[in-house]
């Protein structure tokens, strides 16, 4: 979606303070979803109030489900049972959510009611074979477009059978995707990860009393036709959103933030391996849990990067923060080489090509791959306009730039900042940013009372 809200960040020196970033944007899609199909009421805290986590919950509302909130992170979903959806009689609308339209699908295979799911002009631009195809293998009923896009047209069928699933590209959503429905299949469902990806739906469909097998690693089983019980969630600061804190600390002289109760699942914590690897200065602070996931505070100085080559294993542990990474790189003394990331050209935008093409605006000497991306870093950047392709974690790592730029940044079509990370300009300004917001800013939540 492209509308008229443009950032426009003026040279910064330095991030400091103590401060907690919204909701994990993972986390909080699945407590609307696995709640929703408990029995009982679940509450959570902690909940992204962005707009991706806003079109699940909205979805499940529309199938029946009444929840109260979001109010300042509190959430209440009175859990209608696995088999107490109702049908929606519309399109499911998701947004630029592909972890919602991803997961969503999986659980809308197994209803008995049909269904359709939509979203906006980038999400309906992404590949959706890659489910469809696992699950019609399932017995799903499954029509996207001729190019494998949304809109996704299900009809529902009960049970699914369970499969045995090898997948075949690394991804959460995928994996996610077929544990869901497999809720809804008759016998085992088996999936085989290529890598180790972000392990909240295995984790979370445990809280909620459900028997899910690691036999050994990167492969996950349950059987179907079990009950969900309702549960308390706590929802971990989202390690994506501290990654543009950390990456900016880490590049701006003199910084030092520390960043409370952010999740540190090992599935997902490859942005601080990688900035270690380039020289960052990290301590994780403060280790314990949050319902079932692991949290810590995590204190970013400043310190002298240098360039590396991105060990591949580390990939699918960073997915989220290469963007953020490529702004680190650019600080980093020497060439930085990042291969083995194609997935990277079909998220919300293809991220590779959005940041080279603003990384070249703002001077650096920077060469995309198929897979990856070569840059040249040490020498900071000019000023310069940038375009997020309507991409969030494009806006907010360019954001960061400005920590070490000659001049201003301008970035345009940024309303979608809103969806994972609302309210992000305000808190980067008290941190020490200084970014002016252009145009009309879209959706202001208030900042939940995080359990930081
Ligand atoms: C997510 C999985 C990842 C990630 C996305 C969130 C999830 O996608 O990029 O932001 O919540 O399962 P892929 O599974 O496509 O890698």
């Known amino acids: 979606m492209s509308n008229q809200v443009n950032f426009i960040a003026s040279p910064a020196q330095r991030l400091t303070g103590d401060i907690c970033v919204p909701g994990d944007k993972s986390i909080s899609h699945r407590s609307i979803m696995l709640g929703s199909l408990a029995d009982g009421t679940t509450r959570v805290r902690g909940f992204l109030d962005g707009k991706d986590c806003l079109a699940t919950l909205n979805a499940f509302r529309t199938m029946g489900v009444k929840i109260e909130g979001p109010d300042n992170g509190r959430v209440v979903i009175h859990g209608v049972g696995t088999d107490g959806l109702k049908d929606p009689a519309r399109a499911l609308d998701m947004g630029n959510s592909g972890t919602g339209m991803r997961l969503m699908a999986g659980l809308m295979a197994g209803q008995s009611f049909d269904s359709v799911m939509v979203g906006d002009d980038s999400l309906m631009s992404r590949p959706m074979r890659r489910v469809a195809k696992p699950l019609v293998s399932m017995g799903a009923n499954i029509a996207t477009t001729e190019t494998g896009t949304a809109p996704i047209a299900i009809t529902g069928s009960t049970p699914l059978r369970g499969i045995d699933y090898k997948l075949p590209i690394a991804s959460a959503q995928i994996k996610s995707c077929i544990l869901l429905a497999g809720l809804y299949a008759k016998g085992k469902t088996r999936v085989i990860e290529p890598a ?37 969630i706590n929802v971990p600061a989202d390690i994506s959103s501290a990654a543009f804190f950390m990456v900016g600390a880490s590049i ?24 270690r690897l380039m020289g960052a200065d990290i301590s994780i602070e403060n280790e314990r849990t949050a319902g079932n996931e692991p949290v810590a505070d995590v204190r970013v100085r400043s310190a002298p990067l240098k360039g590396v080559h991105i060990p591949e294993k580390l990939v699918s542990l960073a997915i989220d923060e290469f963007p953020a990474i490529f702004i680190a790189a650019s600080c980093a003394e020497g060439e930085t080489v990042l291969a083995g990331a194609r997935e990277l050209r079909v998220k919300e935008s293809d991220r590779i090509q959005a940041m080279v093409n603003g990384l070249k605006v703002l001077g650096v000497n920077a060469r995309p791959a198929q897979d990856g991306a070569v840059i040249q870093g040490g020498e900071g950047f000019s000023s310069g306009m940038i375009e997020s392709c309507g991409d969030h974690r494009i806006a907010m790592s360019f954001v960061m730039a400005s920590l070490r730029a000659s001049g201003d940044i301008t970035i345009n079509d940024c309303a979608n900042v809103d969806t994972s990370f609302p309210d992000f300009t305000g808190l980067a300004n008290r941190s020490g940013l200084s970014i002016d917001v252009d145009g009309k800013p879209g959706h202001q939540p208030v900042m939940g009372d995080h359990p930081c």
């Open 196 to 232: 180790p990806v972000r392990d909240h739906t295995e984790k979370m469909l445990r809280s909620f009393g459900y028997e899910v097998n690691n036999p050994q690693p990167g492969v996950f089983s349950l059987t179907g036709g079990k009950r969900l019980s309702a549960t308390e």
């Open 252 to 275: 701006a002289e003199n910084s030092d933030i520390t960043l409370r109760h952010v999740g540190v699942n090992p599935t997902r914590t490859g942005i601080i391996n990688v900035l």
